[in-house]
């Protein structure tokens, strides 16, 4: 069997085609927001909206999960949670140090738990 399915083209295609779909986009919001004021009061509000999204899909995800996040016990999931949070401030509001020790300590508890 040959073509785009096999091997590792088939991550090199996906990565291009996510890659084409999304990057146009961004330079063209990078260039025309060059004479916007970050402090306008729509941008604040903007931005308060979508940390907010963010935060109800976080606790979604952590207090109603679906998929195979639902077999991991919630205790877990809200030690992973807090961990992360935890590391976050102490790594001086690192996002990746907050997101990373989360997720490696879901997965670990998950790797422990199910053998």
Same mark, same amino acid.
């Given at each position: 069997m040959s073509g785009l399915g096999t091997g590792g083209w088939s991550y090199l295609f996906l990565f291009l085609a996510g890659f084409c779909a999304t990057q146009p986009w961004r330079y063209l919001g990078v260039f025309l927001s060059r004479g916007i004021n970050e402090d306008?009061?729509? $941008?604040?509000?903007?931005?308060a909206v979508s940390t907010a999204l963010v935060a109800g899909l976080v606790a979604r995800m952590v207090l109603l999960p679906a998929g195979a996040l639902a077999s991991v016990p919630q205790n877990v999931r809200l030690g992973a949670f807090f961990l992360g949070i935890c590391v976050f401030y102490l790594a001086?509001?690192? $996002?990746a140090a907050g997101v990373l020790s989360g997720a490696g300590a879901l997965m670990l508890a998950q790797y422990f738990?199910?053998?």
């Open positions: 306008a009061e729509i $941008l604040v509000w903007v931005r001086r509001k690192s $996002l738990l199910m053998r």
